[in-house]
């Protein structure tokens, strides 16, 4: 059983392009969460998804950033006109429903020059 | 206030017995704490959860946890050490039982294990 996929693993950008996340949640969890992690912040919740519907977004930065669930197996993060302090290492994760347990993806490293 | 708070690093040699601390708040009667281990790949490894409920410290091979109740503290507790299990270590609270959808970290704790 393949565990929650992420790509790209690294992305450069240029300050004021777009970047784009992908996350294919592990087949059956019908949770699906967006984290951001950094060394100064630590862990950041950003947003979650239950059956692709979003159900928080309380962590997500209002402007730039936008989370999407077209369908249950894949979600995407999207941050247009990235800033320097978007760098980051994104995760993704998935769960069952009911289930406190969260599998990890590895991580989407993004760095804005 | 931090709500769950862990020690920044620590170390240890290989065979040894590893304990990490975390304590947290809550005022919730029903409550999850996990532990995750991140790699140094970036990834993020469950490794075991004790609930509020649990009468007796969970245990998940060579890893377990002391759940002191009373004092809002767990500590993971790593047997026979080796140097793989070096990573990031994170607690993290769930509460209630049906917000699975955001769980409250820790810092995370270092642990450096040499040969």
């Known amino acids: 059983n393949a565990g929650v996929i992420q790509t790209p693993r690294h992305k450069v950008t240029g300050k004021g392009q777009e970047a784009t996340l992908w996350c294919e949640p592990i087949s059956g969890h019908s949770a699906v969460f967006w984290y951001r992690q950094t060394i100064v912040q630590g862990l950041e919740f950003l947003t979650y998804?239950?059956?692709?519907?979003?159900?928080?977004d309380s962590g997500m930065p209002k402007e730039r950033f936008s989370a999407q669930m077209p369908n249950q197996s894949h979600s995407t993060l999207k941050i247009q006109s990235t800033q320097p302090q978007d760098s980051a290492v994104y995760l993704c994760?998935?769960?069952?429903?009911?289930?406190?347990?969260?599998?990890f993806g590895e991580g989407s490293k993004l760095t804005v020059l | 206030a931090q709500k769950v708070t862990q020690v920044q690093s620590t170390g240890s040699s290989q065979w040894g017995e590893v304990t990490l601390h975390c304590s947290y708040e809550?005022?919730?009667?029903?409550?999850?704490i996990l532990w995750y281990k991140q790699l140094f790949s970036g990834e993020m490894v469950f490794l075991i959860y004790?609930?509020?409920?649990d009468t007796q410290n969970q245990r998940n091979s060579r890893y377990s946890v002391v759940f002191q109740k009373s004092l809002k503290s767990i500590s993971l507790v790593i047997s026979a050490s080796q140097p793989e299990d070096s990573g990031t270590y994170f607690c993290?609270?769930?509460?209630?039982?049906?917000?699975?959808?955001?769980?409250?970290w820790g810092s995370g704790t270092k642990l450096i294990i040499k040969p």
């Open positions: 998804f239950r059956n692709q519907a979003p159900i928080d």
């Open positions: 004790q609930t509020s409920f």
């Open positions: 993290a609270l769930s509460e209630p039982l049906d917000s699975n959808y955001q769980l409250i």
């Open positions: 809550t005022s919730e009667y029903f409550y999850v």
């Open positions: 994760a998935s769960s069952l429903e009911g289930s406190g347990q969260l599998y």
